[in-house]
């Protein structure tokens, strides 16, 4: 609600939160069709916009006089802008002191049309457990790079396409891991038919070749912009040239389009290299490895072909590897199982750490 006493004028700034506007999706829209190694729906469905404060919530009181509900918080924030003076001049709400406080989040639902997508299977030693960080970086650089696309592809504007994450569970297969799903909404209620034509299995196949150069002028241009430099030797992990605008800021620190185009592979092929081979990855690892361990007064060596470092007064090897990667020892790749017995052998305690996590983190 608005607190007409205040008296206050915009002054052209105010604190943009949309980690609190995400994207959320309810029901799939349909049945999920096969291809490559990608699954994809379309059609209408419900987008939930949940803003929770945070995941706090907001407690709003009921003012004294008629049925009007504010939260204390937000009027104490808006007077706190204003100058000594104006502040002393204003009266605050006098709240009923028999009307309990209510707790509640607020929502925008709106019905959409949805594109809906996700990999079917992932190689042996590859999470894509939107639990963990690097995954769920994964995710949204994939849902982002692939809106990027489709705004190129159909030439809208960003703005009319949203992007969501939706974890999933394989009931089929007891105890598998949680993996994910994007979605991409019409941000037009009742839908602009985006959504639903890229939604289709040819067209969204075609979109995720658009991606990696596969299609013609247009599409080779797109992706040689982002494997080439100066872009590839100037963006570590995302920037406003690929993957960031201002309406996703609250992901910008999860957002890398090497993950994204890793995932484009993956969707098409799942017998895809996802290793730090690609050169996209060894390029940054050459130019990220030897400063990261000598930041952290490590010697650089190398671990069954991985980048190591090494600290001889702790005796212990710090190994990077793929941010897709699963430490888990239980699902090692072979080279990072390798890597491990090497270190165990020579009589190491060892460490696992992404490159994801390296780049972001270089002295945690």
């Known amino acids: 609600m608005t607190w007409w006493a205040a008296e206050a004028e915009y002054n052209g700034s105010f604190e943009f939160t ?19 190694n990608f ?16 995941g706090d919530d907001f407690l709003f009181q009921k003012i004294s006089v008629g049925d009007i509900w504010i939260v204390d918080q937000a009027f104490q924030r808006a007077l706190a802008d ?9 009266r605050g709400p006098q709240y009923d002191a028999s009307a309990a406080p209510l707790t509640r989040a607020l929502a925008s639902i709106a019905s959409t049309d949805v594109l809906v997508a ?12 939107p639990a963990m960080p690097e995954a769920r970086a994964a995710w949204y650089s994939f849902g982002f790079l692939v809106r990027r696309a489709a705004a190129v592809v159909l030439d809208v504007a960003e703005s009319e396409l949203d992007v969501g994450i939706q974890p999933i569970m394989d009931m089929r297969t007891p105890f598998a891991p949680p ?32 991606m990696l150069g596969q299609t013609g002028t247009n599409s080779a241009l797109f992706h040689d912009f982002l494997i080439n430099n100066p872009h590839e030797h100037e963006c570590s992990s995302s920037c406003h040239r690929c993957l960031r ?48 361990f000598q930041g952290l007064n490590y010697s650089a060596t190398t671990l069954a072909g991985l980048p190591a470092g090494f600290d001889a007064g702790a005796g212990e090897v710090l190994i990077l590897i793929h941010p897709l990667w699963d430490p888990d020892q239980t699902n090692f ?10 270190a165990e052998a020579r009589g190491w305690r060892w460490k696992l750490r992404t490159v994801f996590h390296a780049v972001r983190f270089p002295y945690e």
């Open 18 to 36: 949309p980690r609190a506007l995400r994207a959320r999706m309810g029901h799939a829209p349909g049945t999920a069709t096969q291809r490559l």
């Open 179 to 210: 993996s994910a799903r994007i979605f991409i909404s019409d941000s037009l209620e009742n839908g602009a038919g985006y959504s639903t034509y890229l939604g289709e299995p040819a067209e969204f196949e075609r979109l995720l070749r658009f």
């Open 82 to 90: 204003l100058p000594a003076d104006r502040q002393r001049a204003i």
């Open 39 to 54: 699954e994809v729906d379309q059609g209408p469905a419900r987008i939930h916009r949940v803003n929770d404060n945070g």
């Open 245 to 292: 605008d201002y309406g996703n800021m609250a992901y910008h620190p999860l957002l890398d389009w090497r993950l994204a185009l890793d995932m484009v592979r993956l969707a098409l092929d799942p017998a895809a290299a996802i290793d730090l081979t690609q050169p996209y990855w060894s390029t940054l690892v050459q130019r990220t490895a030897p400063a990261y």
């Open 333 to 342: 790749r072979p080279e990072v199982a390798s890597a491990v017995a090497r």
């Open 118 to 129: 996700g990999i079917k299977r992932a190689p042996v030693g590859v999470t894509l457990n």
